[in-house]
C-alpha cells in the first residue's frame, strides 16, 4: 500500500458505477441501480458488511479453468490457463431468472486488474491475487503451475480474490472491475486508456523511491515493522508445514510397508491368516489416505499464503520534499539580487499555499487510508482464527484415524 497524494484526476471516492458495454440486461440494472445508490447513500464508509451490494445482488464465481494454446505478444506460440467467470444476478426479473453473463480470463489479467487497483487507490489494502508458480510444497507435489491440482487451487484463490474487491466497500463501485466481470473483448484496451501506467511511472513515483518522510506518521511505521515480521513468521510457518508434511508422508507409506509384510505373512499362515490379512487391509488404507489428508492440507496453506501476500502489500513506501534545498551561486548585482529575492518570495508564498492544500490531501489520504486498514485488521483477525482452527481440528481428525487403525489392528491380533 503506497501513501502517495491523491490523484486529482480520480477522487478517493469513486463516481457512482455505471455500467458500460452490453452485460446482461437483467445483471446490468441490478448491479447499476443499486451501485448508484450506494454511492450516493454511503460517501462516508465504515463497515464493510453495509455496502456488500454487489454479493448481495449478483454470485461470482470463477467456475472452470481450461488449458490452451495460442500466441503471445512477441507472436509466439504459447501453453496457458484461461479461466470461466461467471456472474448471475441473485434477483430475479419479472419473476423469470437472469441467465449467466460468462467470459473467459487470463491470469495476466487478472494481474492487470490489481495492478490497476493499486495506482488508483493507493490507501486500499488491495487483496492478493493467488502465487502464479506453487512454493511453500512438500516434495511430493508438483510445483508445475500447469498441474491440474495446482490449476484448481489457483481457480480457487483467484474467486476469492474477485469476491474480497466485490465485498469492499470502495473497490466494489469501480468501473474496470464491473467491466472486468461483463466485458470481454477491448478489456485491456479500456484499462490503459485510463493512464495508470503513466500514472506508475510519474515522477512523483520515482520521488517516492528517492525521498523518506522527515516526520513520517509512527501508525504507518509501527504497520510496516507488523507487515515485516507477518511476513517472515507466516513465511516460516510455511517451511515447517512443508517439512512436516514431508515426513507425515513418510511415516503414512511406512503403514503401506506394514500391509504388505502382514498380506504376505497371512499367505504362510493357516490360523493367523485372516487376522494377519485383515490388520494388513487396514494399513494399506491408512497409508493411501495420506494423498488426500495433504492435499486438503494445501488448502489450509493457501489461506495462510493469501496472507503473506497481504502482508507485502501493506509495505508503506513515502515521500517528502522536506530534504530538499536550492543553492543560489553565481556573481550578481544588487538589481539582480532583489529581482531574484522577489522571484522567490512569490515562489515562497505560491509554495505555502500548495503545502496547505497537500497538507489537508495527506490527512485525507491518512484517515482514508487508516479506515480501510482497521478494516483489513478485522477481516485478517477473522480469516487466520478460522484457518487455524479448522487446521487443528483436521489434525486431531487424522490422529485420531490413526488411533482407530491401531485399535483395530490390536482386534485383528487379538482374533489370531
Not at 60 to 75: D, F, L, Q
Not at 268 to 284: F, N, P, R
Request: proline share 3%; glycine share 6%.
Amino acid at each position: 500500500m503506497e501513501q502517495a497524494p491523491r490523484d486529482p484526476e480520480r477522487q478517493l471516492q469513486p463516481a457512482p458505477l455505471e455500467p458500460l458495454g452490453c452485460p446482461d440486461a437483467g445483471l446490468g440494472a441490478a448491479v447499476g441501480k443499486e451501485a448508484a445508490g450506494a454511492g450516493e447513500e454511503d460517501s462516508g464508509v465504515d463497515t464493510m458488511t453495509h455496502n456488500n451490494f454487489w454479493l448481495k445482488k449478483i454470485e461470482i464465481s470463477v467456475s472452470e479453468a481450461e488449458k490452451r494454446t495460442g500466441r503471445n505478444a512477441m507472436n509466439m506460440q504459447e501453453t496457458y490457463t484461461a479461466y470461466l467467470i461467471e456472474t448471475r444476478s441473485v434477483e430475479h426479473t419479472d419473476g423469470q431468472s437472469v441467465l449467466t453473463d460468462s467470459l473467459w480470463r487470463r491470469y495476466s489479467e487478472f494481474e492487470l486488474l490489481r495492478n490497476y487497483l493499486l495506482v488508483y487507490y493507493p490507501h486500499i489494502v488491495v487483496p492478493p491475487l493467488p502465487e502464479k508458480r506453487a512454493e511453500f510444497v512438500w516434495h511430493k507435489l508438483s510445483a508445475d503451475n500447469m498441474d491440474p491440482d495446482f490449476v484448481e487451487r489457483r481457480r480457487i484463490g483467484l474467486e476469492n480474490f474477485l469476491l474480497r474487491i466485490a465485498s469492499h466497500p470502495i473497490l466494489c463501485r469501480d468501473k474496470i472491475f464491473y467491466l472486468f466481470l461483463t466485458q470481454e473483448g477491448n478489456w485491456k484496451e479500456t484499462v490503459n486508456e485510463t493512464g495508470f501506467q503513466l500514472k506508475a511511472d510519474s515522477r512523483l513515483k520515482a520521488l517516492n523511491a528517492t525521498f523518506r518522510v522527515k516526520n513520517p506518521d509512527k501508525r504507518f511505521t509501527d504497520l510496516k515493522h507488523y507487515s515485516d515480521e507477518l511476513q517472515s513468521v507466516i513465511s516460516h510457518l510455511l517451511r515447517v508445514r512443508a517439512r512436516v508434511a514431508d515426513r507425515l508422508y513418510g511415516v503414512y507409506k511406512v503403514h503401506g510397508n506394514y500391509g504388505r509384510v502382514f498380506s504376505e505373512w497371512s499367505a504362510i499362515e493357516k490360523e493367523m491368516g485372516d487376522g494377519l490379512q485383515s490388520a494388513g487391509h487396514h494399513m494399506d488404507v491408512y497409508a493411501s489416505s495420506i494423498d488426500d489428508i495433504l492435499e486438503d492440507e494445501e488448502h489450509y496453506a493457501d489461506q495462510l499464503k493469501e496472507y503473506l501476500f497481504y502482508a507485502e502489500a501493506l509495505t508503506v513506501r513515502t515521500f517528502s520534499l522536506k530534504g530538499m534545498t536550492t543553492k543560489l551561486f553565481g556573481q550578481e548585482t544588487p538589481e539582480q539580487r532583489e529581482a531574484r529575492i522577489k522571484v522567490l518570495e512569490e515562489q515562497i508564498n505560491e509554495g505555502e499555499q500548495q503545502l496547505k492544500s497537500k497538507n489537508l490531501e495527506g490527512r485525507e489520504f491518512v484517515k482514508n487510508a487508516w479506515a480501510d486498514i482497521e478494516r483489513f485488521k478485522e477481516q485478517k483477525n477473522r480469516d487466520l482464527k478460522e484457518a487455524l482452527i479448522s487446521y487443528a481440528v483436521m489434525q486431531i481428525s487424522m490422529c485420531k484415524k490413526g488411533i482407530q487403525v491401531w485399535t483395530n489392528a490390536k482386534e485383528c491380533f487379538s482374533k489370531m
